[in-house]
């Protein structure tokens, strides 16, 4: 089937995900987290009785609004391009993977938007009960969509409670619950929600800030920061430990992603944590063998502990698994290309056996994929039975590993911040601190580059598959000519620029207009 | 309880919601048919305002079917998903990139410092309006008169159709059927915004556009559905599995399952009773007729497709790549699970209508939106 593969065609099929999915997170995770803060700026008006919390929670309910339509323009792309774009994927694990998304459609979607309408629009027309009701199901259904779609996406990083059925040529689905609470699953889907959290804390820091600058809503902005200051602590402390717990389970599940993390190429008991490098240059650490770094700031041993809870424990490193490691139960990749190639053969035997009326033969094949020593030996290799170049199973390392330390990077700094912020907050100096909240409006973008570098480390972490070890992007793309992939990336490309431009202008002339004044509440 | 049903009933039973799903989808692109009329009805900027905030609290609705029948599709039969959207790749981005840029329309469309001007938005939504419901009615016309595609024995896809798809849109039945769903969509817009919108200048054009607008639809579709009562069909034999042309096999589908062939009939029935109402007398419960009976028409229509041993997604290709309920389906472990899911379908269609009935106990008034701060 790989006879004719055009490049072009995966790479710019895989360029148009990366695009839309890229656009899609940079509107989403700030739903996510400031839906939350609505609802509990709400739960205080409602409380309290106080208008000025019902002006201070319309505002940021002005600028959700914003954000929101884009990132729902950009997601309903996503769905359809598995089918668009990935039609063999599509087939192959759509007995598994179609659920989560009709799940997310059936109990998120519609939660979201029957409700969020009743939160714009139900102010002057349904009970302050009911619609305070309404701000929490909005900011649940938002998180149960991120739920369902990061099930999904983790059950591509791990596939569990399935199994490959020859005659159909595709994975069925042997345990629901398998998938959905699978460790990975969970993990990320906490991580995830924690980011949206940290994210729209800043944001919400950044402008209030700018407003106690200008002496404009000061009371509103002083509120606005102590509770996006609380949260935001909260969730990046959260957001470090889920970040460890991810780590765990990337060492279990995709270590050649941890290898390229960390830009570990041979591995080592006792393996250190880089807490920041400079990878040298591919040329440069063949030549000189080993050097992997020009610099780097190392902390001893914490990578082995980290991964495995033992300080000692063997780390695989990317030539562990390129050429194998025997004594450490390593396979090399050549070694799985084999196995897999012998798994890709008994199903192409299969259906000749089939098709050709040898029923004896198809018996026996077809009992290899029940087979529990096929299935370890062999089929679980099955994805690297697509291509023979060894080079095509390794991850890219650089991109991997700044993205992954950036991020954490970031992520640390975030606890930090917060801390700041809430220090000046209860000492009630936040209006002297002019230096700070002159940074603040600045440090927004921040969480949106580390919140982008943590995908860019799932996703790119782990090439060439698109079901870890079972299907690569080559096997896993729509057949088309690639021109029309390029016109597709184009027209979206041009898209989302447009309106994400509209967005950001239309964004900050609602900032600098402000709260509303509500006539006679006050 | 779904674990005693047989795989051939499960996949019925999915046909069944995906087909509720589609009708529903159908029914509620009365807000892409407002789209087009946006400059029909609104002769100023206050009456085009109304008309605008009576779909934008609409949309998300008509997007949220759109989302959710794309992933029931998937989740219950993932070969048509993988088939038809990687197979007719250019129908359906340019059906998606109608949907995008509406999606934004309506939140910027009258805010400041919007980039484009609230030009460009309503064209955007004039454009969702008008591909958004030609397209898709041409794409699942394609249920009938079939597309150019092979499955090789892993069921991966090869589209034969020189265009990915656009190709659907040279054959009149195809074409019959889109234009049918643009004109009923407007059809549907116009006794909405009659129930919707308290403005007399408003009522009046509508009902003066109905009339407009049902003469061509009522020309289409008459069209389409007399030319599929008399076309071949798609038929599967239910032992063999092999599909093959049978004449008259939509008729017969609609005799041979009565309830459906009532179905249809009330449902077209209630279509035009839902006009007529409206055109010769001054009602505005027009919507409640045309509206469920859209629902039951579609429904039927998808039913037949699917259901007596019909290929649904029938390949003229090659007959025998033609997917059929029973070999585009899901697994029976996956279909029981998602069988469950479905239960919840009834609890989120109270709280839709819950959440409708508290908002709409009154009319569109310019009134009102000069008090709302929400305004599209």
Request: proline content about 3%.
């Amino acid at each position: 089937m790989l006879q004719s593969i055009d490049w072009s065609l995966v790479d710019w099929s895989r360029a148009q995900f990366a695009l839309t999915a890229m656009y899609h997170w940079l509107f989403v995770p700030l739903t996510l987290g400031i839906t939350w803060i609505l609802a509990i700026m709400e739960t205080i008006y409602v409380k309290t009785g106080d208008p000025e919390w019902k002006r201070l929670t319309k505002f940021w309910m002005k600028l959700f609004g914003i954000n929101f339509a884009i990132g729902v323009a950009t997601g309903i792309i996503l769905e359809f391009e598995f089918g668009t774009n990935w039609s063999n994927y599509s087939w192959f694990v759509g007995d598994i993977f179609g659920a989560p998304l009709a799940v997310e459609g059936i109990m998120a979607f519609f939660m979201e938007s029957t409700f969020i309408a009743i939160m714009f629009f139900g102010w002057n027309k349904v009970s302050k009960k009911f619609h305070l009701a309404s701000t929490w199901l909005t900011a649940i259904g938002a998180n149960l969509s991120a739920l369902w779609i990061l099930v999904a996406n983790a059950w591509m990083q791990s596939p569990v409670g399935t199994q490959f059925n020859p005659d159909t040529a595709r994975n069925e689905m042997t345990n629901f619950f398998d998938v959905l609470f699978s460790p990975v699953a969970v993990n990320k889907f906490l991580h995830t929600i924690g980011s949206g959290f940290v994210l729209a804390a800043i944001f919400i820091i950044g402008i209030s800030a700018w407003f106690l600058l200008k002496k404009r809503e000061s009371r509103l902005a002083f509120r606005s920061i102590t509770i996006a200051a609380i949260l935001g602590l909260l969730a990046s402390v959260h957001l470090v430990l889920t970040g460890d717990g991810s780590a765990k389970r990337v060492a279990e599940v995709q270590p050649m992603k941890l290898a390229a993390m960390e830009g570990l190429y041979d591995g080592k008991e006792g393996a250190g944590l880089v807490g920041f490098g400079i990878l040298a240059a591919k040329e440069k650490r063949e030549a000189e063998t080993g050097e992997e770094f020009i610099f780097k700031f190392e902390m001893p041993k914490v990578l082995s502990w980290m991964a495995y809870g033992d300080a000692n424990h063997f780390v695989a490193g990317v030539n562990d698994f390129k050429n194998g490691n025997p004594e450490r139960g390593i396979l090399s990749i050549p070694e799985k290309m084999q196995r897999g190639g012998i798994a890709r053969q008994a199903l192409d035997d299969y259906k000749r056996a089939k098709a050709s009326g040898d029923t004896a033969r198809a018996d026996s094949l077809k009992g290899l994929f029940s087979d529990p020593e096929f299935l370890e030996n062999n089929f679980k290799y099955f994805g690297y039975g697509f291509h023979d170049d060894v080079n095509y199973f390794i991850p890219h390392v650089p991109i991997t590993f700044y993205s992954f330390h950036i991020m954490v990077i970031l992520g640390f700094g975030f606890v930090l911040y917060f801390l700041i912020f809430l220090f000046f907050a209860s000492r009630g100096e936040l209006q002297k601190r002019k230096f700070w909240l002159r940074l603040a409006p600045w440090v927004i973008p921040l969480p949106y580059i580390a919140s982008q570098a943590g995908w860019v480390v799932a996703e790119l972490g782990r090439q060439p598959w698109t079901i870890q070890d079972l299907l690569p992007t080559v096997a896993a793309v729509t057949r088309i000519d690639s021109g029309s992939v390029i016109v597709t990336f184009i027209l979206f490309a041009l898209t989302f620029t447009v309106l994400a431009i509209a967005e950001v202008k239309i964004m900050l002339s609602a900032i600098k207009t402000g709260p509303k004044n509500e006539g006679g509440t006050r | 309880m779904f674990e005693n049903l047989s795989l051939l009933t499960l996949q019925h039973y999915w046909w069944i919601i995906v087909s509720l799903l589609g009708s529903a989808l159908v029914f509620l692109m009365f807000v892409q048919g407002g789209q087009t009329l946006i400059y029909t009805l609104g002769k100023n900027d206050k009456e085009r305002t109304m008309l605008v905030n009576s779909l934008g609290r609409k949309w998300e609705f008509t997007f949220t079917t759109l989302v959710t029948f794309g992933g029931a599709f998937f989740a219950s039969f993932p070969l048509f998903y993988a088939t038809s959207f990687g197979g007719a790749y250019w129908v359906w981005m340019i059906i998606l990139l109608a949907f995008v840029i509406q999606a934004v329309s309506y939140e910027f469309r009258s805010k400041a410092g919007n980039f484009l001007g609230a030009k460009v938005y309503e064209g955007f939504l004039f454009i969702n309006g008008l591909f958004g419901t030609v397209l898709i009615g041409t794409a699942v016309a394609t249920f009938f008169t079939g597309s150019q595609f092979s499955l090789n024995d892993l069921n991966q896809v090869n589209w034969e159709g020189p265009a990915r798809g656009l190709e659907a849109a040279l054959n009149i039945r195809n074409i019959a059927l889109g234009f049918s769903v643009f004109f009923l969509a407007r059809i549907l817009a116009i006794l909405y915004f009659m129930n919707n919108i308290d403005n007399d200048a408003i009522f009046i054009r509508s009902r003066k556009h109905l009339w407009i607008n049902t003469i061509p639809f009522l020309i289409a579709f008459l069209f389409f559905l007399t030319m599929l009562l008399v076309k071949d069909g798609f038929a599967v034999d239910p032992d063999s599995k092999m599909v093959s042309m049978e004449k008259y096999k939509y008729l017969h589908n609609l005799l041979e399952m009565p309830v459906i062939l009532v179905m249809l009939l009330i449902g077209v029935a209630g279509v035009l009773f839902g006009i007529i109402r409206a055109l010769i007398k001054k009602t505005t419960i027009g919507i409640w007729f045309t509206g469920p009976g859209t629902i039951l028409t579609v429904l039927a229509l998808f039913l037949i497709a699917g259901f007596n041993n019909t290929a649904f997604y029938p390949s003229t290709f090659d007959l025998q790549s033609s997917l059929t309920i029973e070999n585009a389906s899901s697994s029976k472990f996956t279909l029981t699970v998602m069988s469950y899911v479905s239960l919840l379908v009834p609890v989120v269609v109270a709280y839709i209508w819950y959440a409708w009935r508290s908002m709409n106990r009154k009319q569109i008034t310019q009134e009102e939106l000069s008090k709302e701060d929400h305004v599209y």
